[in-house]
C-alpha cells in the first residue's frame, strides 16, 4: 500500500505558497517532447515478476559489456582493472549503508572514511583542500564555476573548446537560472589544445576560465601558461580532471596554478556501471576553504585526548546553512567515494604511478596501429591514454559497423558534437593497462575492414 500522507487540501495548500497554479507548473523546464501525458507506450499495465524477469534479462543480453569484447571507449568514462577487493570492503554492513551523516559525531568510522579520502583527492589534485566529494564531474565542475563567481563578484565565465560538452550542457543548465554569462567555444581537430583561444577570451570581467586536463581530444593544454593569464585578469583558474588515473603521470592541475580542481572519480574503484552512480572530486586552495560547496570532515582530539573526526563544515540547504547554502545539489557519493579511496590505498603512490604507465603504453601501442590502416590519421601530437584519430567518411557509421563486428571502437565525435562542422570525421579512442595487444589487433583489422 502506498504511503500518501497529503490530501488535495494539502497539495493545493503548498502550490499556493510557491505561486504554482498545479503540479504541471513545477515541470515547466522539462522539454514538452519530454514529458508523457499518460503510462509510457508499449508497456503492460502488468507482468509476473518472472515475466518481468525474463525480459529484462533478454534486455541485458542485448547489450556488449565493457569486458566481453575489445573496447576502446572513454570520453569521461574509463575501464580500469577494480581489485576485487574493492567491492568485497564496500558491501562490508557498516559500508554498504553509508550516506549522510546527520548525526556526524556518531558515525566516526564514515567521518574518517571520508577524512582519508580528502586528504587522497587533495593529494592526487595537488590542492591544500578537498570536501567529501560531490555527484559526478559535470556537477562538480558548475559548482566550481558558481564559487568562482562568488569569490571574484563576477558573472562570467570563460569555458575552453577542450571542456567536454556535457559539462559545457550541465554548465549551461545552471547558468540559466544564475544569470551567469558562459562564453563558450567548440573544439577544433588541431594537434594542439586551445591555450591561446582561452587566454584571448579573458576579460576584466572574467570569473574564472575552465580548461579540462586533459582535454576531451586527449590533449594536454598548459595550464601554467593559462594561470598566468587569468592571474593577471583577476580571475580563478579551474581545471576539470575526467581521467583521474592521468595524474599518476602528469603534474597535478594545482601544482600548475589552478586556483580550484574539479574531476570524475570513476575511474578509481568504480567502474563504468553504464554511466552511473559516479564520483565528484573537488579541491581549491586554502584561502577559499568557506565557499567550497559540500562537507568537510576535520580531524580533532576528544575529552580524553583520543584522535576523533568531526564534521568541520556542511554547507549545503539541508543542513543550517538554508538560503546561505554555496550548493543545494552536493549529496556526497558515499559508497563510490570508498571504493575511490580503498582502489587508490591498494595502488599507492607507485602502483598508480605503474598503473598510468601502462595505460598510456597502450593507447601509444594503440595510435601507431592505428596509423597504419589506409585512410586514418592519428591528430594528437601528445596525449596520455586517449587521442583523435581522422577518418576518410562519417565516424558514427563506421563505430556503428565495428559494433556490429564486436568491437567498440571509440566515441565518434559527431556523437559529442551533433552538427558541428569539420568534426564529423573524427574518432576518439582511449586505451587502459585493461586493453590487449590482441584487442588492438582486433580493432585495427575491424576498423581496416569497415573503410576498405
Not at 91 to 106: C, H, S, W
Not at 116 to 130: I, M, N, P, S, W
Not at 162 to 167: D, K
Request: hydrophobic share 45%.
Amino acid at each position: 500500500m502506498r504511503y500518501l500522507p497529503l490530501n488535495d487540501a494539502d497539495r493545493a495548500g503548498m502550490l499556493g505558497t510557491i505561486g504554482a497554479a498545479s503540479v504541471d507548473d513545477l515541470f515547466v523546464d522539462v522539454p514538452a517532447e519530454a514529458r508523457l501525458a499518460g503510462p509510457v507506450p508499449g508497456l503492460p499495465m502488468h507482468a509476473s515478476e518472472m515475466a518481468v524477469e525474463r525480459h529484462m534479462a533478454r534486455l541485458s543480453a542485448e547489450s556488449l559489456t565493457a569486458g566481453q569484447v575489445p573496447f576502446f571507449l572513454g570520453a569521461g568514462a574509463y575501464r580500469h582493472h577494480v581489485p576485487a577487493s574493492v567491492d568485497h570492503l564496500i558491501q562490508r554492513g557498516e559500508f554498504l549503508t553509508a550516506y549522510t551523516p546527520y548525526q556526524p559525531e556518531i558515525a566516526q568510522g564514515t567521518l574518517q572514511v571520508l577524512f582519508e579520502f580528502q586528504t587522497q583527492v587533495a593529494r592526487l589534485l595537488g590542492t591544500d583542500v578537498a570536501n567529501a566529494s560531490l555527484y559526478d564531474g559535470s556537477t562538480a565542475c558548475w559548482e566550481a564555476v558558481a564559487m568562482a563567481g562568488r569569490i571574484t563578484k563576477r558573472k562570467t565565465a570563460v569555458l575552453s573548446g577542450g571542456l567536454h560538452p556535457h559539462y559545457v550542457e550541465t554548465a549551461k543548465t545552471m547558468a540559466k537560472f544564475t544569470g551567469d554569462t558562459l562564453v563558450t567555444r567548440l573544439p577544433e581537430l588541431s594537434a594542439e589544445a586551445d591555450d591561446d583561444a582561452v587566454i584571448a577570451a579573458l576579460g576584466a570581467e572574467t570569473s574564472c576560465v575552465v580548461v579540462q586536463y586533459p582535454d576531451v581530444l586527449g590533449r594536454i593544454p598548459d595550464l601554467a601558461k593559462i594561470a598566468a593569464a587569468a592571474q593577471a585578469v583577476g580571475a580563478l583558474l579551474i581545471a576539470v580532471v575526467t581521467e583521474p588515473v592521468a595524474l599518476g603521470l602528469l603534474e597535478s592541475p594545482g601544482a600548475l596554478g589552478a586556483d580550484i580542481v574539479v574531476g570524475e572519480g570513476q575511474a578509481l574503484g568504480v567502474g563504468l556501471q553504464f554511466g552511473g552512480p559516479y564520483l565528484g572530486l573537488f579541491g581549491c586552495r586554502e584561502k577559499y576553504l568557506r565557499q567550497i560547496p559540500g562537507r568537510l570532515c576535520g580531524e580533532t582530539v576528544d575529552a580524553d585526548g583520543r584522535r576523533g573526526f568531526v564534521l568541520t563544515l556542511s554547507t549545503r540547504e539541508q543542513h543550517i546553512r538554508r538560503e546561505k547554502a554555496t550548493s543545494n545539489i552536493c549529496t556526497n557519493s558515499g559508497l563510490c567515494a570508498l571504493a575511490f579511496s580503498i582502489h587508490l590505498t591498494l595502488l599507492g603512490g607507485k602502483g598508480l604511478e605503474q598503473m598510468a604507465r601502462a595505460s598510456h603504453a597502450r593507447a601509444v601501442a594503440t595510435a601507431k596501429r592505428l596509423a597504419q590502416v589506409p585512410g586514418v590519421s592519428v591528430v594528437n601530437r601528445a596525449y596520455f591514454n586517449e587521442f583523435v584519430v581522422t577518418l576518410p567518411r562519417d565516424a558514427r557509421t563506421v563505430v556503428r559497423e565495428l559494433a556490429d563486428r564486436q568491437v567498440l571502437g571509440g566515441v565518434s565525435l559527431g556523437r559529442l558534437y551533433p552538427g558541428a562542422d569539420g568534426l564529423g570525421g573524427g574518432l576518439l579512442v582511449a586505451a587502459t593497462e585493461c586493453t590487449t595487444a590482441e584487442d588492438i589487433e582486433t580493432f585495427a583489422a575491424a576498423l581496416e575492414e569497415v573503410l576498405a
